[in-house]
């Protein structure tokens, strides 16, 4: 069965420092990834999505991804972290074409200090 | 281009009562979901439309729950009698080939 993984619940960085967030999924066959962030009190938004093609992908403010087949992960980047991405960060996979339903993970407190 | 919208935003209940939870999809978009996010969880899919037809509710609890989506555009998520484990963030996401958008949701509390 399809899964997502992030294990980190909370991560705390300092304003300005870079940031990774991981995500691991369980998929057989070719995975289509996400991220979205969710600001308080907000419905969920895009930052990047992956279909199969360049394992790098590039999102907005700054954020990008990479998909990597063999560690079954897609970790997210972004190389100099603003107070205003504190936020939950969710990574997701779908099936594609014909099931794009989402299975989400459970989510990364990211925590930005001054 | 406006972007999914959902009402009411808060809604509060006793156990036992009955609420109905509303969304309007980005214009054009053919498929909508229904996710229900507990606190401090990510979203786990209650029901899929395309169109007007209900793709997967497998997720949904039918003996409490029901969705429709009568004309294929807005989409009403109703819960008959909640209880306290109901309580939680209910989004409503709409798509077109891909890449869903979501609305800001309805957060219910069930004392």
């Known amino acids: 069965a399809q899964s997502v993984t992030q294990p980190d619940a909370r991560v705390t960085v300092s304003e300005g420092a870079s940031l990774q967030l991981r995500c691991k999924y369980s998929?057989?066959?070719?995975?289509?990834l996400f991220w979205y962030v969710q600001y308080p009190r907000q419905g969920l938004q895009l930052l990047l999505k992956?279909?199969?093609?360049?394992?790098v992908v590039q999102g907005v403010n700054g954020f990008e991804a990479e998909f990597s087949k063999s560690n079954s992960s897609f970790h997210l980047r972004k190389a100099s972290v603003h107070w205003s991405d504190w936020a939950v960060y969710f990574c997701?996979?779908?099936?594609?074409?014909?099931?794009?339903?989402?299975?989400f993970g459970s989510g990364t407190q990211l925590t930005v200090m001054p | 281009e406006a972007g999914v919208t959902q009402s009411p935003r808060y809604a509060v209940l006793q156990e036992g009562q009955a609420v109905s939870f509303w969304c309007d999809p980005i214009?054009?978009?053919?498929?909508l979901y229904w996710y229900q996010q507990p606190r401090d969880q990510g979203p786990q899919l209650l029901v899929y439309?395309?169109?007007?037809?209900?793709?997967?509710n497998s997720q949904l609890p039918s003996d409490r729950f029901s969705a429709v989506r009568p004309k294929g555009t807005n989409s009403t998520l109703k819960i008959q009698s909640a209880k306290q484990g109901d309580t939680a963030t209910y989004l409503c996401a709409s798509s077109r080939l891909g890449g869903q958008y979501f609305g800001p949701g309805t957060r219910l509390t069930v004392l």
């Open positions: 214009s054009g978009h053919d498929t």
């Open positions: 998929y057989f066959g070719t995975p289509y």
């Open positions: 439309f395309r169109d007007e037809a209900v793709i997967d």
């Open positions: 992956y279909y199969p093609g360049d394992p």
């Open positions: 997701a996979v779908s099936m594609g074409s014909g099931s794009w339903q989402l299975i």
